[in-house]
């Protein structure tokens, strides 16, 4: 009788551990996970500071695009006073002359790009894509040395090969235009080597601004 009274106490007592073991670790359960009200306060942060990102991200764009703007109309404005309109042959309509659009030069019989006018093109390119809806075209020039066909394919040569270096800077190929003068537009009417020098050119004019 007195084993069967202790078997039945021993028990009692497992099961009264077992109970209490199970409520505790539900209690912990319960108390790691966190309540509803905690639960939306974190969601309310977390959509606070997106929020807050998404319009701080909004203001910095609509400061740039001001920027942008007011460098726009300030290059625009020494843009427009640059201009000097003038009627080119072979151009329909009337074309500009600006003094920011600068001359490059080439040796005798060459269409290369030489590499003291590199950085010449390379600031024009810089000004066409800050005035991104100006279009121009490009003339080439000779002197009088070599037959006028002769010239007039080398002056379309040199026109062509500036335009593909400006195209090769990032300027959309579709707002470079090209004609060649050959021999015909001397800017030295002069009949020395000094001449000769100055009238091997490319020359930029605006078509549309």
Known sequence: MMKKSLIVFALVLCLGLLVTGCAKKKVMLNRDRPSASEEA???????????AKEAQELRE????????????KAGGGEFEKSLVAKKERGIEGEVFETKLLKDIHFEFDKYDVRRDDEEILKGNAGWLKKNPNTKIQIEGHCDERGTSDYNLALGERRANHVKQYLVSLGIASDRISIISYGEEKPLDPGHSDEAWAKNRRAHFVVLSK
């Open 41 to 51: 306060s974190k969601l309310e942060a977390e959509r606070a500071a997106r929020e």
């Open 61 to 72: 764009r609509e400061l740039a695009r001001i920027k942008a703007e007011e460098a726009k």
